[in-house]
């Protein structure tokens, strides 16, 4: 199966411009008319000024293109086992998809200070005690009144459990499973870039290659994101923790990467994945502080996926192109993520996922398909944690027979894409089906955490495509499904009873 699959056709491949990193450089959009009337010199001088920077900008951009496409995709998307052979996902998650254009500038406010030096961090340090962060989160408007009769009141699925670790270790964490969280959290500090982003390719800097299964996708967005995401699951934020730094760091350097167009703010690098990513963090991020510096960034995301939204209710790789299950996944949870954070979310663009999923859905919505109800593991996972935070009851027939079929499956040994999103899953089922899960779960990636030399508290799973997200993207995703104890409360906490 690794090799089994060819390459993916690129959907007329075009990635965003990655921009050089002044924070300050602001970008006119092309063509855009001078404001000011009152000073035509300036006017001149400016698109002079303006041509010169586009010019540059085209000779990067050709370059960028010319060496990064079309062999350093990742699909991001991990398959079950090998006996399932789900093909299509494995080209999705960093899909390239075609730039908005149309207006380009920089998103020019700040987070308060620039990235300071890469600390040399030491990989074997004494583990830090396990400090239980037991701040409380902030008054955070959780399900906004617009929703109206369209969902019930929020009974959970909030933020507030990962500033109280230690009293959610009752749900399943063990003192193994928070340990390997932090030893994860400092692997990635360990393998931040002095700009304060992550590469897929992990090896830049103080790794100096000792760590194997770099990835290759080139993605800086979605790697920054996918890193960042970690630790704001453990509580950890640019304003609190031992781990403030790092996380400014990786803000700040989202914040420079943002580009403002007439639809929202872009982050996609190239790809919807990094944007739904991008758009979670920084919504969380500022759920968990209030930090005001972070808002309209997170809005502007928001904005875009909102933008981006297909006819018929999904997202894929191109902007409004008809979705898939995966991609429409990471923006559905980016969008919740922004409800949390009390950010504008329009109604419509939330139900019409509703109508996707219902064109991808078999046997009453236990089972999810890619494009088309022909279910797979992967995508039945993504599909039914969509529909609980899209609130389907826990009665829900089809709840019922998807949380039946991820029981009898379990979790998978390699595929830490499927692992990721079924144990969200199992955990918002709560029941014996998750107590089930989670002793297996838990104590398997507990037990697969590397403790050998620069790759101590890192994974990787070989399976399929997963060399494209390579380490940095299996050790982000397994500290995740770690924090699933804290990182969302929930769903039906109030309505299970056994
Ligand atoms: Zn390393």
């Not at 390239?96 to 620039?114: E, F, G």
């Not at 500090?189 to 304060?196: F, S």
């Not at 996708?217 to 609190?240: E, K, M, R, V, W």
């Not at 994974?459 to 982000?476: K, Q, V």
Request: with cysteine.
């Amino acid at each position: 199966m690794v090799s089994g699959t060819p390459p993916p056709a690129p959907p007329a491949p075009r990635p965003t411009p990655p921009v050089p990193l002044d924070t300050c450089a602001r970008i006119e959009a092309v063509g855009k008319a001078e404001s000011s009337s009152d000073d035509r010199g300036r006017s001149v001088l400016s698109f002079l000024v303006s041509g010169l920077v586009h010019a540059v900008l085209m000779i990067v951009l050709a370059t960028l293109v010319a060496v990064s496409l079309p062999g350093n995709r990742w699909d991001g998307s991990l398959i079950l086992s090998a006996s399932v052979d789900e093909p299509e996902l494995e080209r999705e998650l960093m899909i390239t998809a075609t730039p908005s254009v149309n207006t380009v500038r920089r998103h020019d406010t700040h987070l308060p200070l620039p990235p300071a030096p890469v600390p040399d961090v030491d990989l074997y340090p004494e583990l830090p005690p396990s400090e239980k962060p037991t701040m409380q989160l902030g008054d955070i408007s959780l399900w906004p009144a617009e929703w109206g009769n369209l969902v019930h009141p929020l009974m959970g699925g909030g933020l507030e459990g990962r500033f109280n670790r230690a009293g959610r270790s009752g749900d399943g964490a063990s003192d193994e499973s928070e340990a390997a969280v932090e030893r994860g959290l400092w692997w990635l500090v360990a393998h931040q870039r002095p700009d304060g982003s992550w590469n897929f390719d992990h090896r830049e800097g103080n790794c100096r290659g000792l760590c194997r299964n770099p990835g290759t996708n080139t993605s800086t967005t979605g790697a920054t994101a996918i890193a960042l995401a970690p630790f704001l699951g453990a509580g950890y934020t640019h304003l609190n923790g031992q781990h403030a730094e790092t996380v400014r760091r990786g803000l700040y350097y989202l914040q420079t990467r943002a580009v403002t167009t007439s639809n929202g703010i872009d982050l996609r690098e190239g790809t919807m994945y990094a944007q739904g990513l991008a758009s979670i963090v920084l919504c969380e991020a500022y759920a968990m502080t209030k930090d005001g510096d972070l808002k309209d960034l997170a809005q502007g995301a928001l904005d875009f996926i909102e933008y981006a939204q297909a006819k018929n209710g999904g997202w894929r790789y191109e902007l409004q192109e008809p979705g898939d299950t995966t991609v429409t996944g990471w923006q559905l949870m980016a969008l919740k993520s922004g409800e949390m954070a009390g950010l504008r979310v329009r109604s419509p663009t939330m139900y019409m996922v509703n109508d996707f999923l219902d064109t991808v859905q078999s046997e009453e919505g236990a089972k999810y398909g890619y494009q088309d109800p022909s279910p797979r593991p992967a995508t039945t996972a993504i599909g039914l944690l969509c529909r609980m935070y899209l609130r389907w009851p826990r009665s829900h027939p089809g709840l019922m027979g998807g949380v039946h079929y991820l029981d009898e499956l379990g979790p998978s040994e390699n595929n830490i894409y499927f692992n990721y999103y079924a144990t969200q899953v199992m955990h918002h089922w709560q029941g014996s089906e998750w107590k089930r899960w989670n002793d297996r779960m838990r104590d398997y990636l507990v037990r697969t955490q590397s403790n050998q030399g620069h790759e101590n508290g890192s994974w990787y799973f070989e399976h399929n495509h997963s060399g494209e997200g390579g380490r940095l993207y299996n050790t982000a995703m397994a500290i995740m499904t770690l924090e699933v104890y804290y990182r969302y409360m929930p769903l039906y906490r109030d309505s299970w009873k056994e």
